[in-house]
């Protein structure tokens, strides 16, 4: 089993910053990718930011410049640092991983429960 836990959302004012964390524990082996998806209510889900195990990075073009991602392989940790927080930046976060659980087989695609932030005044 594998479990991503997400922490760090919550209520912030415009312009405000957060850092969102999930760690990824369980049986495995080796992580490609992991990063942040977000929906908005009555929206799809979309891509936040995300990042390889080389440390590539892929953004959303409303986040780049403003929400770096970051990656601590060794404790298969990915963070969100959330700059210039907006009212449309409000949404529920979700962490997501593409991993091996073991040293064969396909890799697979594994979520967080999701953490609601909300950018309020």
């Known amino acids: 089993q594998v479990q991503l836990v997400e922490s760090g959302g919550g209520l912030v004012q415009p312009g405000g910053s957060l850092r969102l964390s999930c760690a990824a524990s369980g049986r495995i082996f080796s992580i490609n990718v992991m990063g942040w998806y977000r929906q908005a209510p009555g929206k799809q889900r979309e891509l936040v930011a995300k990042?390889?195990?080389?440390?590539?990075?892929n953004y959303a073009d409303s986040v780049k410049g403003r929400f770096p991602i970051f990656r601590d392989n060794a404790k298969n940790t990915v963070y969100l640092q959330m700059n210039s927080l907006k009212p449309e930046d409000t949404a529920v976060y979700y962490c997501?991983?593409?991993?091996?659980?073991?040293?064969?087989?396909?890799?697979?695609?594994?979520w967080g429960q999701g953490t609601q932030v909300t950018v309020s005044s």
């Open positions: 997501y991983a593409n991993l091996y659980g073991s040293a064969w087989g396909r890799a697979g695609d594994y």
């Open positions: 990042i390889t195990s080389g440390g590539s990075t």
